[in-house]
Protein backbone atom coordinates (compact mmCIF):
# COMPACT_ATOMS: atom_id res chain seq x y z
CA UNK A 1 0.00 0.00 0.00
CA UNK A 2 1.26 3.36 -0.75
CA UNK A 3 1.23 6.09 1.45
CA UNK A 4 1.70 10.29 0.90
CA UNK A 5 4.83 11.64 3.34
CA UNK A 6 4.79 14.99 4.09
CA UNK A 7 8.27 15.73 5.50
CA UNK A 8 8.90 19.15 6.88
CA UNK A 9 12.46 20.87 7.59
CA UNK A 10 12.27 23.86 9.62
CA UNK A 11 15.51 25.41 9.67
CA UNK A 12 16.55 28.53 11.07
CA UNK A 13 16.62 30.84 7.95
CA UNK A 14 14.12 28.46 5.73
CA UNK A 15 11.30 25.62 5.53
CA UNK A 16 11.59 22.91 2.78
CA UNK A 17 8.71 20.50 2.30
CA UNK A 18 9.30 17.65 0.22
CA UNK A 19 6.08 15.28 -0.54
CA UNK A 20 6.95 11.58 -1.76
CA UNK A 21 4.11 8.35 -2.06
CA UNK A 22 6.07 5.56 -0.70
CA UNK A 23 5.50 2.01 0.37
CA UNK A 24 7.04 0.03 3.19
CA UNK A 25 11.02 -0.26 3.32
CA UNK A 26 11.23 1.04 -0.39
CA UNK A 27 13.05 4.66 -0.90
CA UNK A 28 10.49 7.50 -1.43
CA UNK A 29 9.46 8.18 -4.32
CA UNK A 30 9.17 12.41 -4.82
CA UNK A 31 6.02 14.10 -6.03
CA UNK A 32 7.20 17.48 -5.21
CA UNK A 33 9.57 19.43 -3.39
CA UNK A 34 8.53 23.54 -2.14
CA UNK A 35 10.88 25.90 0.10
CA UNK A 36 10.53 29.10 1.66
CA UNK A 37 14.05 30.65 1.65
CA UNK A 38 15.61 34.12 3.93
CA UNK A 39 13.33 33.92 6.00
CA UNK A 40 16.22 36.37 8.09
CA UNK A 41 16.84 38.22 4.96
CA UNK A 42 13.17 39.50 3.75
CA UNK A 43 11.58 39.19 1.26
CA UNK A 44 11.69 35.76 1.97
CA UNK A 45 11.62 33.61 -1.38
CA UNK A 46 9.72 30.69 -2.86
CA UNK A 47 10.66 28.03 -4.70
CA UNK A 48 8.34 24.94 -6.20
CA UNK A 49 9.33 22.04 -7.97
CA UNK A 50 6.44 19.19 -9.46
CA UNK A 51 7.88 15.82 -10.76
CA UNK A 52 10.97 17.48 -11.53
CA UNK A 53 9.88 20.84 -13.50
CA UNK A 54 10.35 24.24 -11.97
CA UNK A 55 6.72 25.32 -11.27
CA UNK A 56 7.96 29.01 -9.19
CA UNK A 57 11.76 29.70 -8.66
CA UNK A 58 12.66 32.30 -5.76
CA UNK A 59 9.09 34.24 -5.94
CA UNK A 60 9.24 37.32 -3.31
CA UNK A 61 6.61 36.18 -0.57
CA UNK A 62 4.26 39.10 -0.07
CA UNK A 63 3.17 37.21 3.12
CA UNK A 64 4.40 38.77 6.30
CA UNK A 65 6.20 35.61 7.78
CA UNK A 66 6.89 36.40 11.62
CA UNK A 67 7.69 32.87 11.89
CA UNK A 68 8.42 29.54 10.10
CA UNK A 69 4.99 27.85 11.25
CA UNK A 70 3.87 30.64 8.73
CA UNK A 71 6.16 30.33 5.84
CA UNK A 72 4.51 26.24 6.57
CA UNK A 73 1.32 27.53 5.96
CA UNK A 74 1.99 29.41 2.57
CA UNK A 75 3.81 25.84 1.51
CA UNK A 76 0.89 24.18 2.60
CA UNK A 77 -1.41 26.20 0.75
CA UNK A 78 0.50 26.07 -2.31
CA UNK A 79 0.75 22.14 -2.43
CA UNK A 80 -2.41 21.33 -1.35
CA UNK A 81 -3.84 24.15 -4.07
CA UNK A 82 -2.01 22.96 -6.78
CA UNK A 83 -4.17 21.30 -9.46
CA UNK A 84 -0.88 19.32 -10.81
CA UNK A 85 -0.59 17.30 -7.71
CA UNK A 86 -3.95 15.46 -7.30
CA UNK A 87 -2.24 13.24 -5.03
CA UNK A 88 -2.50 15.55 -2.18
CA UNK A 89 -6.22 17.45 -3.65
CA UNK A 90 -7.54 16.97 0.20
CA UNK A 91 -5.02 17.23 3.59
CA UNK A 92 -6.61 13.85 4.31
CA UNK A 93 -4.56 12.35 1.93
CA UNK A 94 -1.42 13.07 4.01
CA UNK A 95 -0.64 9.97 6.00
CA UNK A 96 2.38 10.80 7.59
CA UNK A 97 3.93 14.00 8.24
CA UNK A 98 7.40 13.78 9.39
CA UNK A 99 9.58 16.72 11.32
CA UNK A 100 12.85 17.61 11.73
CA UNK A 101 13.26 18.34 15.00
CA UNK A 102 16.91 19.81 15.95
CA UNK A 103 17.07 19.14 20.03
CA UNK A 104 15.83 15.32 20.57
CA UNK A 105 17.34 15.37 24.33
CA UNK A 106 18.05 11.71 25.02
CA UNK A 107 15.86 10.28 21.95
CA UNK A 108 17.79 8.58 19.86
CA UNK A 109 15.19 6.80 17.22
CA UNK A 110 12.59 8.87 15.80
CA UNK A 111 9.23 8.83 17.67
CA UNK A 112 5.65 9.14 16.37
CA UNK A 113 4.10 12.46 18.26
CA UNK A 114 1.44 12.07 21.04
CA UNK A 115 0.84 14.40 23.88
CA UNK A 116 3.83 12.66 26.03
CA UNK A 117 6.07 13.24 23.57
CA UNK A 118 5.21 16.18 22.90
CA UNK A 119 5.21 17.89 26.00
CA UNK A 120 8.99 16.28 26.41
CA UNK A 121 9.93 18.25 23.41
CA UNK A 122 9.13 21.44 24.78
CA UNK A 123 11.07 20.93 27.45
CA UNK A 124 13.83 21.25 25.42
CA UNK A 125 12.97 24.29 23.85
CA UNK A 126 15.56 26.72 25.87
CA UNK A 127 17.76 24.68 24.45
CA UNK A 128 17.43 25.11 20.37
CA UNK A 129 16.14 28.83 20.63
CA UNK A 130 16.25 29.47 16.91
CA UNK A 131 14.44 25.71 16.03
CA UNK A 132 12.76 23.65 18.33
CA UNK A 133 9.59 25.81 19.31
CA UNK A 134 9.62 26.92 15.21
CA UNK A 135 9.12 23.06 14.59
CA UNK A 136 6.83 22.30 17.39
CA UNK A 137 4.57 24.96 16.18
CA UNK A 138 4.84 23.53 12.76
CA UNK A 139 3.91 20.31 14.68
CA UNK A 140 1.10 21.71 15.90
CA UNK A 141 -0.46 22.84 13.21
CA UNK A 142 -0.16 19.65 11.50
CA UNK A 143 -2.28 18.09 14.08
CA UNK A 144 -4.70 20.99 13.75
CA UNK A 145 -5.28 20.51 9.99
CA UNK A 146 -3.73 17.06 8.75
CA UNK A 147 -6.02 15.10 11.57
CA UNK A 148 -5.76 11.95 9.32
CA UNK A 149 -1.83 12.04 9.49
CA UNK A 150 0.59 10.49 11.88
CA UNK A 151 3.37 12.89 13.11
CA UNK A 152 6.74 11.73 13.53
CA UNK A 153 9.48 13.57 14.98
CA UNK A 154 12.94 13.27 13.53
CA UNK A 155 15.84 14.50 15.43
CA UNK A 156 18.86 16.23 14.31
CA UNK A 157 20.70 14.87 17.42
CA UNK A 158 19.90 11.04 16.94
CA UNK A 159 22.86 10.31 14.90
CA UNK A 160 25.38 11.57 17.48
CA UNK A 161 24.27 9.33 19.90
CA UNK A 162 27.10 7.40 18.89
CA UNK A 163 29.54 10.09 19.76
CA UNK A 164 32.33 7.97 22.89
CA UNK A 165 32.20 9.35 26.12
CA UNK A 166 35.31 11.34 26.21
CA UNK A 167 34.24 13.36 23.67
CA UNK A 168 30.50 14.36 24.24
CA UNK A 169 31.60 15.18 28.12
CA UNK A 170 32.66 18.78 29.25
CA UNK A 171 35.35 18.79 32.16
CA UNK A 172 32.78 20.30 34.28
CA UNK A 173 31.09 19.10 37.75
CA UNK A 174 29.42 15.83 36.74
CA UNK A 175 26.83 16.02 39.34
CA UNK A 176 25.71 18.57 38.04
CA UNK A 177 26.45 17.77 34.65
CA UNK A 178 24.24 15.11 34.85
CA UNK A 179 21.33 16.11 36.83
CA UNK A 180 21.20 19.39 34.14
CA UNK A 181 22.09 16.90 31.20
CA UNK A 182 25.26 18.87 30.37
CA UNK A 183 26.98 16.70 27.29
CA UNK A 184 27.56 17.24 23.80
CA UNK A 185 24.33 16.38 21.85
CA UNK A 186 25.46 17.58 17.89
CA UNK A 187 22.87 18.75 15.64
CA UNK A 188 22.64 18.23 11.37
CA UNK A 189 22.34 14.46 12.12
CA UNK A 190 19.96 14.06 9.51
CA UNK A 191 21.95 15.43 7.03
CA UNK A 192 25.19 13.85 8.24
CA UNK A 193 23.06 10.42 7.94
CA UNK A 194 22.22 11.37 4.77
CA UNK A 195 25.54 11.91 3.49
CA UNK A 196 27.11 9.30 5.12
CA UNK A 197 24.46 7.01 2.72
CA UNK A 198 24.80 8.91 -0.35
CA UNK A 199 28.73 9.12 -0.02
CA UNK A 200 28.82 5.37 0.75
CA UNK A 201 26.70 4.82 -2.56
CA UNK A 202 28.71 6.67 -4.50
CA UNK A 203 32.30 5.40 -3.60
CA UNK A 204 30.59 1.85 -3.77
CA UNK A 205 31.44 0.95 -0.11
CA UNK A 206 29.79 0.03 2.96
CA UNK A 207 28.72 2.52 5.27
CA UNK A 208 30.24 0.60 8.11
CA UNK A 209 33.68 1.47 6.12
CA UNK A 210 33.77 4.57 5.50
CA UNK A 211 35.52 7.84 7.23
CA UNK A 212 34.74 10.83 6.46
CA UNK A 213 35.06 14.59 7.57
CA UNK A 214 31.75 16.06 6.60
CA UNK A 215 30.59 19.99 6.82
CA UNK A 216 27.64 20.94 6.88
CA UNK A 217 27.71 24.67 6.26
CA UNK A 218 23.99 26.47 6.22
CA UNK A 219 23.01 29.45 8.12
CA UNK A 220 24.01 27.01 10.74
CA UNK A 221 27.16 25.22 10.08
CA UNK A 222 28.70 22.22 11.91
CA UNK A 223 31.51 19.54 11.25
CA UNK A 224 31.42 15.66 11.63
CA UNK A 225 34.06 13.61 11.89
CA UNK A 226 32.62 10.39 10.68
CA UNK A 227 34.39 6.94 11.60
CA UNK A 228 33.12 3.43 10.65
CA UNK A 229 29.71 5.03 9.20
CA UNK A 230 28.95 6.56 12.55
CA UNK A 231 29.37 10.17 14.38
CA UNK A 232 32.87 10.06 16.29
CA UNK A 233 32.91 13.76 17.00
CA UNK A 234 30.77 17.11 15.60
CA UNK A 235 31.18 20.71 16.32
CA UNK A 236 27.84 21.72 17.85
CA UNK A 237 26.92 21.17 21.56
CA UNK A 238 24.39 21.37 24.52
CA UNK A 239 23.27 23.49 22.06
CA UNK A 240 23.71 24.41 18.04
CA UNK A 241 25.72 27.72 19.10
CA UNK A 242 28.72 25.94 19.75
CA UNK A 243 31.52 25.46 16.68
CA UNK A 244 31.67 27.46 13.65
CA UNK A 245 29.89 30.65 13.09
CA UNK A 246 26.40 30.96 11.06
CA UNK A 247 24.10 33.48 9.38
CA UNK A 248 23.36 35.00 13.09
CA UNK A 249 25.03 33.17 15.37
CA UNK A 250 28.85 33.27 16.89
CA UNK A 251 29.60 29.97 16.80
CA UNK A 252 32.04 28.92 19.60
CA UNK A 253 34.08 32.50 21.50
CA UNK A 254 35.64 32.35 25.09
CA UNK A 255 32.32 31.83 27.36
CA UNK A 256 33.53 34.77 29.46
CA UNK A 257 32.73 36.92 26.30
CA UNK A 258 29.55 37.84 26.85
CA UNK A 259 30.11 38.72 30.44
CA UNK A 260 32.32 41.13 29.26
CA UNK A 261 30.17 42.20 26.10
CA UNK A 262 27.24 43.74 28.19
CA UNK A 263 25.91 44.33 31.82
CA UNK A 264 22.98 42.18 32.94
CA UNK A 265 23.19 39.25 30.21
CA UNK A 266 22.05 36.91 32.03
CA UNK A 267 18.51 38.28 32.63
CA UNK A 268 15.87 37.40 30.58
CA UNK A 269 15.51 38.96 26.95
CA UNK A 270 12.40 40.91 26.12
CA UNK A 271 11.84 38.56 23.16
CA UNK A 272 11.21 35.56 25.70
CA UNK A 273 7.64 34.24 25.53
CA UNK A 274 5.71 32.14 27.23
CA UNK A 275 7.21 29.07 25.57
CA UNK A 276 10.59 30.20 25.48
CA UNK A 277 12.81 31.47 27.55
CA UNK A 278 15.63 33.39 26.39
CA UNK A 279 18.45 35.32 28.18
CA UNK A 280 19.94 38.45 26.56
CA UNK A 281 23.67 36.90 26.54
CA UNK A 282 21.77 33.80 24.50
CA UNK A 283 20.18 35.94 22.17
CA UNK A 284 23.13 38.07 21.85
CA UNK A 285 25.20 35.30 20.85
CA UNK A 286 22.10 33.03 18.80
CA UNK A 287 20.90 36.26 17.10
CA UNK A 288 22.73 39.09 16.95
CA UNK A 289 25.91 37.96 15.85
CA UNK A 290 27.54 35.71 13.07
CA UNK A 291 27.34 37.13 9.40
CA UNK A 292 24.65 39.58 10.32
CA UNK A 293 26.63 41.50 12.69
CA UNK A 294 30.04 41.17 10.86
CA UNK A 295 28.80 42.06 7.41
CA UNK A 296 25.20 43.12 7.94
CA UNK A 297 24.06 40.44 5.81
CA UNK A 298 22.76 36.80 6.15
CA UNK A 299 23.42 35.53 2.81
CA UNK A 300 26.82 33.81 2.80
CA UNK A 301 26.25 34.42 -1.23
CA UNK A 302 26.42 38.04 -0.82
CA UNK A 303 30.01 37.74 1.17
CA UNK A 304 31.61 35.00 -0.76
CA UNK A 305 30.62 37.17 -4.07
CA UNK A 306 32.35 39.99 -2.83
CA UNK A 307 36.02 40.31 -4.39
CA UNK A 308 38.92 41.13 -1.88
CA UNK A 309 39.13 44.98 -1.63
CA UNK A 310 39.70 47.22 1.08
CA UNK A 311 36.08 48.14 0.50
CA UNK A 312 34.58 44.81 1.42
CA UNK A 313 37.10 44.54 4.34
CA UNK A 314 34.15 43.18 6.51
CA UNK A 315 33.01 40.52 3.81
CA UNK A 316 36.75 39.36 2.93
CA UNK A 317 36.81 39.41 6.85
CA UNK A 318 34.28 37.04 7.22
CA UNK A 319 34.99 34.89 4.09
CA UNK A 320 38.53 34.15 5.90
CA UNK A 321 37.07 33.70 9.59
CA UNK A 322 35.23 31.17 8.18
CA UNK A 323 37.58 29.48 6.64
CA UNK A 324 39.61 29.19 9.68
CA UNK A 325 37.35 27.53 12.23
CA UNK A 326 36.01 25.07 9.25
CA UNK A 327 40.25 24.38 8.52
CA UNK A 328 40.48 23.92 12.75
CA UNK A 329 38.03 21.66 12.26
CA UNK A 330 39.06 19.64 9.11
CA UNK A 331 42.52 19.98 10.74
CA UNK A 332 41.42 18.32 14.27
CA UNK A 333 39.20 15.68 12.51
CA UNK A 334 42.05 14.56 10.76
CA UNK A 335 43.80 13.81 13.53
CA UNK A 336 41.17 12.01 15.24
CA UNK A 337 40.50 9.79 12.41
CA UNK A 338 44.36 9.12 12.13
CA UNK A 339 44.54 10.42 8.98
CA UNK A 340 42.14 7.59 7.27
CA UNK A 341 39.68 9.98 5.25
CA UNK A 342 38.00 8.32 2.46
CA UNK A 343 36.81 11.92 1.59
CA UNK A 344 36.31 15.90 2.75
CA UNK A 345 32.35 16.52 1.91
CA UNK A 346 31.04 19.53 1.46
CA UNK A 347 27.03 20.31 1.69
CA UNK A 348 24.53 22.42 3.19
CA UNK A 349 23.57 25.82 1.06
CA UNK A 350 26.77 27.40 1.74
CA UNK A 351 29.19 24.16 0.98
CA UNK A 352 26.93 22.80 -1.76
CA UNK A 353 26.85 26.88 -3.64
CA UNK A 354 30.32 28.68 -2.87
CA UNK A 355 33.13 27.27 -5.20
CA UNK A 356 35.00 30.17 -3.77
CA UNK A 357 34.81 28.95 -0.47
CA UNK A 358 35.69 25.01 -1.35
CA UNK A 359 38.40 26.03 -2.89
CA UNK A 360 40.16 28.28 -0.18
CA UNK A 361 39.29 25.43 2.66
CA UNK A 362 40.75 22.67 0.31
CA UNK A 363 43.86 25.34 -0.96
CA UNK A 364 44.19 25.84 3.36
CA UNK A 365 44.06 22.31 4.11
CA UNK A 366 46.12 20.79 1.26
CA UNK A 367 49.06 20.14 3.68
CA UNK A 368 46.56 17.07 4.59
CA UNK A 369 46.69 16.11 0.74
CA UNK A 370 43.42 17.61 0.20
CA UNK A 371 43.14 19.62 -3.19
CA UNK A 372 40.10 20.80 -5.65
CA UNK A 373 39.86 20.70 -9.42
CA UNK A 374 38.99 24.35 -10.51
CA UNK A 375 37.07 22.75 -13.32
CA UNK A 376 35.06 20.43 -11.55
CA UNK A 377 34.84 23.05 -8.61
CA UNK A 378 33.62 25.38 -10.38
CA UNK A 379 31.18 22.84 -12.46
CA UNK A 380 28.85 21.39 -9.85
CA UNK A 381 25.48 21.17 -10.47
CA UNK A 382 22.61 21.23 -8.08
CA UNK A 383 20.47 17.79 -9.34
CA UNK A 384 17.26 18.76 -11.14
CA UNK A 385 18.30 22.66 -11.12
CA UNK A 386 17.25 24.48 -14.49
CA UNK A 387 16.31 20.79 -15.86
CA UNK A 388 20.09 19.84 -15.04
CA UNK A 389 21.08 16.39 -13.77
CA UNK A 390 23.24 17.30 -11.50
CA UNK A 391 24.55 14.44 -9.73
CA UNK A 392 23.65 13.70 -5.90
CA UNK A 393 27.69 13.45 -4.87
CA UNK A 394 29.80 15.60 -7.37
CA UNK A 395 33.42 14.77 -7.48
CA UNK A 396 35.62 17.89 -7.09
CA UNK A 397 38.98 16.65 -6.25
CA UNK A 398 42.44 16.99 -8.13
CA UNK A 399 43.47 14.18 -9.93
CA UNK A 400 46.30 12.31 -7.95
CA UNK A 401 45.21 14.53 -4.50
CA UNK A 402 45.57 11.35 -1.48
CA UNK A 403 42.18 12.25 -0.45
CA UNK A 404 39.12 12.62 -1.81
CA UNK A 405 36.71 16.20 -1.39
CA UNK A 406 33.11 15.55 -2.62
CA UNK A 407 29.94 18.10 -2.43
CA UNK A 408 26.89 16.26 -1.48
CA UNK A 409 23.68 17.51 -2.19
CA UNK A 410 22.10 16.37 1.39
CA UNK A 411 18.62 15.95 1.42
CA UNK A 412 17.07 16.06 5.14
CA UNK A 413 13.60 15.50 3.82
CA UNK A 414 14.09 12.33 2.21
CA UNK A 415 16.45 11.20 4.98
CA UNK A 416 13.27 11.21 7.63
CA UNK A 417 10.92 10.20 4.93
CA UNK A 418 13.39 7.30 4.34
CA UNK A 419 12.99 6.48 7.70
CA UNK A 420 9.49 6.57 8.17
CA UNK A 421 9.24 3.88 5.00
CA UNK A 422 11.33 1.71 7.56
CA UNK A 423 9.54 2.34 10.34
CA UNK A 424 7.29 -0.60 11.03
CA UNK A 425 5.04 1.62 13.66
CA UNK A 426 3.58 3.54 10.69
CA UNK A 427 2.85 0.72 8.81
CA UNK A 428 0.33 -1.31 10.34
N1 LIG B 1 25.49 30.94 -4.04
C1 LIG B 1 25.74 30.86 -2.73
N2 LIG B 1 27.00 30.94 -2.27
C2 LIG B 1 27.25 30.85 -0.94
N3 LIG B 1 26.32 30.68 -0.01
C3 LIG B 1 25.05 30.61 -0.42
C4 LIG B 1 24.68 30.68 -1.78
N4 LIG B 1 23.32 30.56 -1.86
C5 LIG B 1 22.88 30.42 -0.59
N5 LIG B 1 23.92 30.44 0.27
C6 LIG B 1 23.88 30.34 1.75
O1 LIG B 1 23.19 29.19 2.14
C7 LIG B 1 22.43 29.52 3.31
C8 LIG B 1 21.25 28.63 3.42
O2 LIG B 1 21.69 27.31 3.61
P1 LIG B 1 20.66 26.20 4.04
O3 LIG B 1 21.46 24.97 4.33
O4 LIG B 1 19.59 26.09 3.02
O5 LIG B 1 20.09 26.92 5.35
P2 LIG B 1 19.26 26.47 6.59
O6 LIG B 1 20.23 26.51 7.70
O7 LIG B 1 18.15 27.44 6.74
O8 LIG B 1 18.77 25.06 6.34
C9 LIG B 1 22.03 30.96 3.12
O9 LIG B 1 21.92 31.61 4.37
C10 LIG B 1 23.18 31.52 2.36
O10 LIG B 1 24.07 32.10 3.30
C1 LIG C 1 21.03 22.80 13.74
C2 LIG C 1 21.04 23.95 12.81
O1 LIG C 1 21.77 24.88 13.01
O2 LIG C 1 20.21 23.89 11.75
P1 LIG C 1 20.08 24.94 10.52
O3 LIG C 1 21.42 25.01 9.90
O4 LIG C 1 19.06 24.31 9.61
O5 LIG C 1 19.66 26.23 11.10
MG1 LIG D 1 19.42 23.42 7.22
Given at each position: ????????????????????????????????????????????????????????????????????????????????????????????????????????????????????????????????????????????????????????????????????????????????????????????????????????????????????????????ASACAIKNGRSWDTSMGLTPLAGLPGA?????????????????????????????????????????????????????????????????????????????????????????????????????????????????????????????????????????????????????????????????????????????????????
Open positions: MKKIILSINAGSSSVKISVYSSEQNRDPEKLAETQITGITAPPAKLTYTRRGVTVTKNQAVTERLETQNDAFKVLLHTLTEDVGLPEIASKGDIAIACHRIVHGGDYTTAQVINQDTLHHLETLTDLAPLHNIKALQIVQSCVAELPGAANVACFDSQFHASIPEHIYTYPIDPVVARKNQLRKYGFHGISYQFITRAVARFLGREPADLNLIALHLGSGTRSGSVDPSLVFHYASDVGKLSPNSTKDLHISEAEEILNQRSGWAALTGTTDFGAIAAAPPSPDNHAKNLAFDLFVDRVCAFVGSYYVSLGGRVDALVFAGGIGERSARLRAAVADQAGCLGFAVDGARNEGVVAPGEDGAKGMVVQDVGREGARHRTLVCFTDEQFEMARGCAEDAELWT
